[in-house]
């Protein structure tokens, strides 16, 4: 049914598809899932260039994920942000014993890995015919079916079907790629798109898919206190979901400052809200057996969130 269509995409991925990606010229299975996690909710640019190649030095197996300390692991996604991926990646390698599974169905049992990463995975390094339906693919078939509503089922019914299964790879390669370089969610370049024959909301791309509601964006109000004594400082390690995993200052919603002294103010914008905190420092002894107290040298090599690297380069 979709012939002509699966033709014009194998003709456009060979002559504009990313081929060099690292991620692309590899059949370890280990680097392409790594890839997929870093590559959710972050630019292919920003992973190649800062934090890709590192991890792998760092952890060149999945078994050294494995064997690592989660601290370890954290220390090395710093940066790169939404924390419970790189949490899920450890316990998933523990989970796998340093050997990932496969094909799809097991994939899906390890945590953090959903039916699109399952599916990127097992296709990419084990050659399984499955289509994927990241961020970028969702748009195409919104615009090449026409759907209007962000209807997870429907995509992927949708995604079935303008699947070539004959070439997998290639197939999802070129998908991700026309929706990077080509289906712009704001300018798509429809007229050098391979899908523009038979795209269903050519005519008016923009109106597919139908348009989020946009949220403010809610800001909180926190006070960060700097404990302090005999030039070391109180950190304790999150349990939030959020930002699990990393060491931090002593936050709260409200504390009384009698003892304390403003150090200043640190602003950090997140995906889901904007943290506003008043940080300010307190000399003596601090009792909370959740804390742990660390001269300036060794936070240096905690992993900690953006708001509390500012908070210490107010201290140090």
């Not at 992927?156 to 070439?167: C, I, M, Q």
């Not at 940080?279 to 959740?290: F, P, Q, R, S, W």
């Amino acid at each position: 049914m979709h012939n002509k269509t699966h033709n014009l995409l194998l003709q456009w991925y060979k002559i504009n598809g990313r081929h060099s990606l690292p991620w692309r010229i590899t059949d370890d299975p280990y680097k392409i899932y790594l890839s997929e996690i870093m590559l959710q909710q972050t630019q292919v640019k920003t992973v190649l260039e800062r934090f890709y190649f590192p991890f792998l030095k760092k952890f060149p197996t999945l078994l050294d994920v494995a064997k690592s300390d989660l601290d370890d692991v954290l220390k090395m996604w710093e940066g790169l942000g939404y924390y419970t991926r790189a949490k899920n990646l450890h316990t998933a390698a523990r989970q796998c014993q340093g050997v990932l599974p496969k094909n799809a169905s097991e994939l899906l049992e390890l945590p953090g890995i959903g039916r699109s990463t399952a599916h990127a995975v097992s296709a990419f390094a084990y050659k399984e015919s499955l289509p994927i339906l990241d961020a970028n693919v969702k748009r195409i078939l919104h615009r090449y079916f026409a759907i209007e509503q962000r209807d997870e089922k429907q995509l992927w019914k949708a995604a079935y079907e303008l699947f070539d299964a004959k070439h997998p790879f290639e197939y999802n390669q070129a998908m991700m790629d026309i929706g990077s370089m080509v289906c712009l969610a704001k300018k798509p370049l429809c007229d050098v798109c391979p899908f523009e024959k038979g795209c269903k909301g050519k005519s008016n791309p923009l109106k597919y898919p139908q348009a989020k509601i946009k949220k403010i964006k809610p800001v909180r109000n926190r006070i960060i206190v700097v404990y302090t004594r005999n030039g070391k400082f109180a950190l304790s390690q999150r349990k939030e979901r959020f930002l699990h995993g990393l060491w931090g200052f002593v936050q709260y919603e409200a504390v009384e400052k009698n003892e304390a002294v403003l150090l200043g103010h640190v602003t950090q914008h997140y995906s889901h809200f904007t943290l506003q905190a008043d940080v300010y420092v307190c000399e003596g002894d601090y009792v909370n057996e959740e804390c742990e107290w660390f001269a300036p040298s060794e936070i240096m090599n905690l992993s900690l969130s953006g708001a509390d690297h500012k908070v210490l380069k107010l201290i140090v």
